[in-house]
Every structure is written in C-alpha cells, then in structure tokens.
C-alpha cells in the first residue's frame, strides 16, 4: 500500500502556494522516498508534495526511466508550443490538449543541496511544467479553454458523485479511496 493517498481535486491543499524548501533533514529524505512509492503505486509520472497534503516546494518525476527529485524549481527560459493531452493523479480520469511551451530550462536543488540544470523537451518538459503548476497551486483545470471548461465541469460533478457514494456519509465527499 501507498505511503500516501492523494488528494483529489477539491481539496484545498491543491490550490495554496507551497513554501520553499529551508532544509534538507532525515524528515525530507523520507518524504521524499515515500513520494516515489505513492507515485510508483498510482502509478503516474511525477508527483508533487502538495498532491500529498504537504505544502513544500518539491516534486518526484521518473521519465524514461531516470527518476529524479527537483526541490525549490524554477522555469528559467521556455521556448516553442507544445500540444500534449495531459492527465493528473489529482483528477482522476480526465484527459485534456493543452497547449505549454515546448522546451523549458528548470533550475532546482538535488537532496543533496547541489543547484542543477535540467534542459527539458516535449514530455519531460511538459512533465516538469505540470508538477511545477502543483506548487503553485495550479491545475490543469486552469489552463483550459471555454469549451474544455464545460467539459471538465461535467466530469468533475460525476467525479463528485461517485467520491461521495464511496465515501461514508459525514466525509468531505472528495477525496477518493
Ligand atoms: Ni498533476
């Protein structure tokens, strides 16, 4: 089983600015390996700490088998267009084209403090601009346009319903088990 559930749209947790990462302790290390398995377990390709219910700065990724860890990101450039349908483990079952930039340079800290630079294209850049959205406080619902909004809107009431049959009465109703 997971270390964690993740939280589902709704949830609060998902649309607050995480705050920067101040230290790297034992505490971080193990947040950070439990966020793998729960991403492993989902399974997905990157999962950020506020899909956990944590609110730093920092997210998990494994794309083409390289897993990787990026605390305190930043989009430093970011060139082109890209058209890429784009799920995520917060909104189970919806699937959107949206439109980003095609290649990003992302600047962030390993676990072990060293500053790296990664250049990213297509679906690893689409990757590290999706769960850079997450610290923010951006979904994918967002970044959407009128008719994908009504779109989405149906589903996530259907999402709701069947969140609130499963869950016992008295429960927030939103998160899924
Ligand atoms: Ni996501």
């Known amino acids: 089983m997971a270390p964690y559930t993740i939280r589902i749209i709704g949830d609060p947790v998902l649309t607050q600015r995480a705050a920067e990462v101040t230290e790297v302790d034992g505490r971080l290390v193990q947040l950070v390996e439990d966020m793998f398995e729960t991403m492993y377990d989902a399974p997905g390709l990157g999962l950020a700490a506020p899909q956990v219910g944590v609110q730093k700065r920092l997210f998990v990724y494994d794309h083409d088998e390289r897993p990787g860890v990026l605390i305190n990101p930043e989009i430093r450039e970011s060139r082109g267009e890209w058209v890429f349908q784009e799920g995520c483990l917060s909104i189970p079952g919806l699937y959107f084209e949206i439109v980003r930039p095609k290649e990003v340079l992302l600047v962030g800290y390993d676990l072990d403090g060293n500053e790296v630079q990664i250049e990213a294209d297509e679906l690893e850049a689409r990757l590290f601009q999706h ?40 429960a927030g109703g939103l998160r899924l088990p």
């Open 131 to 170: 769960e850079l959205d997450h610290l923010d406080g951006v979904l994918m619902v967002d970044h959407l346009d009128d008719d994908q909004r009504r779109e989405a809107r149906r589903a996530l009431r259907e999402l709701r319903l069947r969140a609130a049959e499963a869950a016992p009465s008295g």
